[in-house]
């Protein structure tokens, strides 16, 4: 896949699965350098949106997945060179409604020789159930080392248990290095 | 010992560890960007207190909202209280909630489970 322009960036990899999206489905699109005050900055933007018109338990599950997606891309995303610019830890946000449930899809570049791993590791996860998910989260917050990130290993397992839901989850080649992760997450309203 | 107090952040929540005042206190939210670098001092000021605590030290965590990277940190911080109780020491944790907040409850259940501490659970209105 190539970028048709340098303005739609990203967005490219994931626009035919949302064609179906309208306008007032859509709570938040971005695309950019993730870092820990765009993170902060999103979510409270979701947060402020979404406080008085939905549930707190509903809300409070929608800014969860989002603090642990975008933290993953900012502690994760591989650094990307378009055109000859360098764009460290670019990351794209979507967080999307309908009546019954609210999607938050996070798009970002890994290493192709990770995709793998990530695969196997979210398709075990879709495979546990509830008591299995309790039981490798409190393995991994024992056991588990931080990372120089400062990431811990918890948060697709976390996304997992506290949403119920399946992870979906799809890998766009871009070469033989690089490919685009697209993670969503689905939240019942 | 000194007590140690940090201010609340946007991103980080107030710290209040206070022998001479016997309070001990974790409040508000917590998702800041160095877990580690926050909780460090959290973690020495207590491993230090450890060594000649109060006869009873009741810690309250209060905490509106944390990340997967902050759990493992209070998990840390629970593991200190559990080695005390060990060590004779008498703690409670007490541990609030929001009472709309399930997973906040659910989160003070789990470590409940994994740590030999006594908790106390209180679920509160905002």
């Known amino acids: ?189 | 010992m000194e007590a140690l107090r940090i201010a609340q952040t946007d991103d980080s929540p107030e710290v209040i560890l206070d022998q001479e005042g016997n309070h001990f206190e974790i409040s508000g939210k917590s998702l800041p960007e160095d877990v580690m670098d926050f909780y460090q001092p959290v973690l020495d000021w207590l491993g230090e207190y450890r060594k000649n605590p109060n006869p009873k030290t009741v810690f309250t965590f209060n905490l509106l909202y944390f990340n997967t990277a902050s759990s493992k940190l209070i998990l840390d911080i629970l593991i200190i209280f559990e080695e005390m109780v060990e060590e004779g020491q008498d703690i409670l944790i007490r541990w609030l909630s929001l009472s709309s907040d399930e997973d906040m409850q659910e989160a003070g259940r789990e470590y409940e489970e994994m740590i030999d501490v006594p908790f106390e659970h209180v679920s509160h209105e905002p």
């Open chain 1, 1 to 189: 896949m190539s970028f048709s322009g340098e303005s739609k960036g990203f967005i490219n990899y994931i626009y035919d699965r949302y064609t179906h999206l309208q306008i007032k489905d859509i709570c938040l699109v971005f695309e950019g350098q993730i870092t820990h005050q765009v993170m902060k900055a999103l979510t409270g933007l979701v947060e402020e949106q979404l406080d008085e018109v939905e549930d707190d338990m509903v809300l409070r599950r929608v800014y969860h997945v989002m603090v642990e997606s975008l933290q993953n891309i900012n502690r994760h995303a591989e650094s990307y060179e378009y055109r000859g610019h360098p764009y460290p830890g670019m990351g794209l946000v979507l967080v999307a409604k309908n009546k019954e449930r609210f999607r938050v899809t996070t798009g970002n570049i890994v290493e192709t020789a990770h995709v793998e791993e990530i695969s196997m590791f979210l398709g075990k996860l879709n495979n546990l159930d509830p008591d299995s998910l309790d039981d490798l989260y409190k393995k991994q917050m024992r056991e588990g080392i931080l990372s120089p990130q400062g990431g811990a290993g918890l948060g697709f397992i976390d996304i997992k248990r506290k949403t119920g839901n399946p992870l979906d989850y799809s890998f766009v080649k871009i070469d033989d290095e690089t490919s685009f992760f697209i993670f969503t997450s689905t939240i019942a309203r």
